[in-house]
């Protein structure tokens, strides 16, 4: 075999194996088409969720983290963040702060009622794909934003995504305004920065599901009222706004 043929050997074969490696590169849509297919045939999931905000796009200084979960049963889904949480029921929302005490009731319409809280198909309406990787069994898509006019909290969003599975592992969004940080001496330092969200499944499992009437309570002609528990709390009924 003389060298031309070699190299041109060579070159086939590389290209082969280039155009292999691609195509085995899902796109963006597709890879959250699956995860909102995974997440929505599950009757129950229960997830940790880390927060950390970190200052600038790179780097590895963390300013501030927090802990939540993320529970879904049947048509109840329930986040809890920092003193607060928004549970789901088959056509009602209850927004819980619990710092102030106030609960706020409504209605949800029917394309919200089918949404699960991991859904993350809105992305595709605003970002645009730039860039897949594939490290390992994580397939990482990057999405900038569509139109920079649209005023979007973030212009850049990095997902990661367990290819066997379609789980969600961690989201990494890209702030598009500076945040107010503070240095060493106390002052504000306005810099760019970044929040991480990474997701764990709990081992625990959640001992009573919510109920509506746990929260409030429903009269014969639909009037809403506070259950015993939340007494002390202002309830802000948002179907009469």
Not at 111 to 118: R, T
Not at 181 to 188: A, S
Not at 207 to 230: G, H, M, T
């Amino acid at each position: 075999m003389n060298l031309k043929v070699k190299k041109g050997l060579s070159i086939i074969i590389l290209l082969c194996g280039y155009l292999s490696l691609y195509a085995q590169k899902p796109t963006a849509s597709q890879t959250l088409t699956k995860i909102e297919s995974y997440y929505k045939s599950l009757s129950e999931f229960n997830f940790e969720v880390e927060y950390k905000m970190y200052k600038g796009y790179e780097g590895n200084h963390i300013t501030e983290s927090y802990k939540g979960t993320m529970y879904k049963n049947g048509d109840v889904s329930q986040i809890k963040i920092l003193g607060s949480e928004i549970i789901q029921f088959s056509d009602t929302q209850l927004t819980i702060t619990n710092d102030n005490k106030t609960l706020i009731y409504n209605k949800i319409s029917e394309d919200v009622i089918h949404k699960s809280p991991m859904d993350v198909s809105s992305f595709l309406k605003f970002y645009k794909e730039t860039n897949t990787e594939i490290k390992g069994n994580v397939l990482i898509h990057e999405m900038v934003i569509k139109n920079a006019q649209i005023p979007m909290p973030y212009n850049k969003i990095k997902v990661y995504v367990n290819k066997e599975t379609s789980e969600i592992e961690r989201q990494v969004l890209y702030l598009a305004t500076k945040v107010p940080f503070v240095d060493e001496n106390g002052k504000e330092a306005p810099d760019v920065g970044r929040m991480e969200i990474s997701f764990k499944k709990n081992p625990k499992s959640v001992s009573k599901v919510p109920e509506l009437n746990d929260y409030v309570i429903l009269d014969s002609q639909n009037n809403v009222r506070l259950a015993k528990a939340f007494t002390a709390y202002t309830i802000i009924n948002q179907t009469n706004l």
